[in-house]
């Protein structure tokens, strides 16, 4: 059954194992061109918080539940009117569990949500039409256009200049909580943009999309990792943003046959061997390859499910990135500790 907003929608299917936090999926930018497939069988069943919210917008597709409910009354947002708002579909009465087998053996991501009129055929042919996810410029259609501030919490630490490929919210609020005075710029700015600002700290972003056809954003990061290791502002990459650094270093990103999205990932810190659980969401990942260790970089983290490399440390001291999310959102926030790291780095 079609619910929320009843209409049609395309896009790549991709599952999530969150048992919660839809309102910060739909409104998550990596999520954009996505038809997000909930593992868990039942949604809808609290309010969600505006506060909680990723973006001023649902950049999610479509939503495949296998048991939407309503839930009790008071204030907050109900999915299905988040949903409806927005003008995308929930559907529901999915098994939601066996689709995402099939998504794991490799099934077709590219789908279409859509009424049955008509019989399968043009439903089948419209999802073979829908433009590929790699394809679409997705970082242009989530980040900020124009450059924006964001005040510390408390006494200013560090300045740290973010360029937005799409940033959560909740990124920006841990970095502030932290001391950090941001200074977000849109997805084009120069090396000399960030130059310009003085910044203690450069974190590159999270963002949607496939990060091999950025050119441009990958030029500009290979700048600014040069200058980091010869004394400039150190830098932290997180998702996407770690991607670009190792796209920038020469290495190989690749699209993974099971994407990681959910709040349930174990990543071990190679170094310590210490465990944390994360929020994940990723479709691509670095490669573990010899140019990793040609460019100067060790892997300092991998994904205890399937060996990815989920994080990276260069041999400068002066470059970090993980592929998770470690301000989590929804998810454990066990991560974090990345976030203390690389201000305490940038503030001594």
């Known amino acids: 059954m079609l619910r929320g907003a009843g209409t049609s929608a395309e896009g790549d299917l991709i599952f999530t194992t969150a048992a919660t936090g839809w309102g ?24 969600i918080d505006p506060g909680d919210l990723e973006s001023s917008r649902v950049h999610a597709r479509a939503l495949i539940v296998t048991r939407l409910v309503a839930p009790p009354a008071g204030p907050g947002l109900d999915l299905e009117g988040m949903a409806r708002d927005a003008g995308i579909p929930i559907l529901t009465g999915v098994d939601t569990r066996a689709l995402t087998l099939e998504l794991r053996r490799g099934a077709a991501r590219r789908a279409v949500v859509r009424r049955a009129a008509g019989g399968a055929t043009p439903a089948v042919a419209a999802a073979r039409a829908s433009a590929a996810w790699e394809s679409v410029d997705h970082v242009a259609a989530v980040a900020t256009e124009q450059p924006f501030h964001v005040p510390p919490v408390g006494e200013r630490r560090l300045r740290v200049v973010l360029i937005d490929y799409g940033v959560k919210r909740s990124l920006l609020a841990a970095l502030a909580a932290r001391g950090a005075e941001i200074v977000g710029l849109p997805p084009g700015a120069a090396a000399d943009d960030v130059a310009a600002i003085r910044p203690d700290l450069v974190v590159l972003s999270p963002g949607p999309g496939d990060p091999a056809r950025m050119e441009r954003q990958i030029a500009v990061v290979r ?17 996407l943003g ?46 573990a390859r010899p140019e990793l260790a040609a460019a100067g970089f060790a892997i300092s983290h991998r994904d205890l499910n399937d060996d990815t490399v989920e994080g990276l440390v260069h041999r400068s001291g002066r470059i970090a990135s993980v592929q998770f999310h470690p301000e989590g959102a929804p998810g454990p926030t066990d991560g974090a500790r990345v976030l203390d790291a690389a201000i305490q780095a940038a503030t001594r």
């Open 242 to 287: 770690h991607q670009l650094l190792a796209l920038a270093a020469g290495c190989q990103t690749q699209r993974l046959s099971v994407g990681h999205h959910g709040g349930n990932h174990a990543v071990i810190e190679v170094a310590t061997g210490r465990v944390d659980i994360g929020a994940h969401n990723h479709e691509v990942a670095v490669l």
């Open 24 to 47: 910060e999926i739909l409104t998550d930018p990596s999520y954009a061109g996505q038809m997000v497939v909930l593992t868990h069988p039942m949604a809808g069943s609290y309010r």
């Open 223 to 239: 700048q600014l990792s040069s200058g980091a290791i010869a004394g400039g502002p150190r830098i932290l990459g997180i998702c």
